[in-house]
């Protein structure tokens, strides 16, 4: 323990029985004992975090080599409709949906061909 023979652990015994007195040494043990509990809870937490956030990081690491995950900002994510899995003009949802400004499809063919009718 700490490379601290018998006879040394002895001698720091008597000298702290001398210091503080039989009273206040059982309360000082009883101390030191919680503190050192509360220091191996710590370190053991500490590990075990470790280790899960270890177990994250090879798990999303062979996430991504399977191609499983694709990380935020990647260049190409799978979008249906531009990947042609599907056609978005017989597409019925889509005709329903707004469009990129905030109105529906149909709405935005109707201001087409106005336009092209007032040119």
Known sequence: MFGIGMTELLLIGALALMV???KKLPDLARALG????E???ATD???????E??????????????GKLTP?????????????EID????????NKASVAGESA???????TQEKADV
């Open 45 to 51: 937490e500490f590990k075990n975090t470790l280790q």
């Open 88 to 95: 978005p003009e017989t597409d019925a949802s889509v005709a």
């Open 34 to 37: 919680k503190g050192f509990a």
């Open 72 to 84: 935020p900002g990647a260049e190409h994510t799978f979008n249906p409709y531009v990947d042609g």
């Open 106 to 112: 149909e709405v935005k063919k109707e201001q087409d």
């Open 53 to 66: 956030e270890t177990r994250v990081a090879e798990t999303k690491d062979r996430l991504l080599k399977e």
């Open 20 to 22: 503080l007195g039989p």
């Open 39 to 41: 220091f191996k809870r």
